[in-house]
């Protein structure tokens, strides 16, 4: 799906291109915000482990590229603005710790000892395809979806270990106020929420086996943006 949405993007980009005002807009942001997610892992056995709601601060740098539609003599369709950012950094979550107790299983060799087990995980990505619908000339709103690269090291058995790369997905809204001046520079000011879908994967190798899962995220940023529209 994101895919077909850039390549719309670069469809209206190009088409723009033979105009006097090209429309497009591209920029840089900072924001900063709080995250609240919650997780668990499960033994085969049905034993479970949960961690409580965490919130996290973090704060993150990114740029942005926009096309406007006014081209389109489409009335509330000539208001709306297509985007695409992404962050320039990856962002440490930081480690979680588990100290796993020990358990006998059916053989001696099913022996699990106690371990303390970790995982840290920092986000390499963080893609937001996005649509913005100007209300007034300074106000508007916008909407889009996103999709969170996460890596991940996992620190703990030796017989068994979890995925490194993950992929996931969500969405965010927000509304913003905008300042232009005659030469095209722009300041803004945005409030966003964000939702982001959790996942559930599962160790391999040899050792007992877990899955381990994190909820849904949520949380919300204020975000100030610099730019310039050609």
Known sequence: MKKITIAILATLFSYSIASAELGISIGVSGQVGTMEASGKEVSSDGTTETSPVRETLFGTAGFFIEKDLKFLPIPIVNRLSVGFSNISHDLDMGTADNIRAASLGTMAINDVKATDHSVNAKITGFETVYATLNITDWLYVKAGSLTVDVESNYRGSATSTYATQHALDGSMKGIGISKTTDNGLFMRLEYNDYDID?????????????????????????????????
């Open 198 to 230: 959790g996942k559930s994967v599962a160790n391999t190798g040899a050792g007992s086996k877990f899955t381990a899962t994190l909820n849904d995220v949520s949380g919300s940023t204020g975000r100030i943006s610099i730019g310039k529209k050609f």
